[in-house]
Nanobody, 115 residues
Framework: QVQLQESGPGLVKPSQTLSLTCTVSGVSITTRYHAWSWLRQPPGKGLEWMGVIGDDGRTWYSPSLKSRTTFSRDTSKNQFSLQLSSVTPEDTALYYC???????WGQGTLVTVSS
């Protein structure tokens, strides 16, 4: 059974870097043709696609977030991560990791940006 689980701080101060990790179980993140996504949903707003990291580690970012976003992965731990720099209160959202190929999502984690 494949599962995805987000983890990371629930509170980040403005101007700092938001860091989240998605732990995947049941399938290797290096499995060919599998890609892994980050999405977010601010309170009262729609879902926003942030980008994707491929099975070979290549990354694609949303143009609106590209300048502040970095994806990485730790294949030994079967994890992939998100870093979003220079956060503001507008970055407050439910953050999800997902597998588009398997149509699976993590449960989501709320990150609040506040001083």
């Amino acid at each position: 059974q494949v599962q995805l689980q987000e983890s990371g701080p629930g509170l980040v101060k403005p101007s700092q870097t938001l860091s989240l990790t998605c732990t995947v179980s049941g399938v290797s993140i290096t499995t060919r043709y599998h890609a892994w996504s980050w999405l977010r949903q601010p309170p009262g707003k729609g879902l926003e696609w942030m980008g994707v990291i491929g099975d070979d580690g290549r990354t694609w970012y949303s143009p609106s977030l590209k300048s502040r976003t970095t994806f990485s992965r730790d294949t030994s731990k079967n994890q992939f991560s998100l870093q979003l720099s220079s956060v503001t209160p507008e970055d407050t959202a439910l953050y999800y990791c997902a597998s588009p190929h398997l149509d699976l999502w993590g449960q989501g984690t709320l990150v609040t940006v506040s001083s």
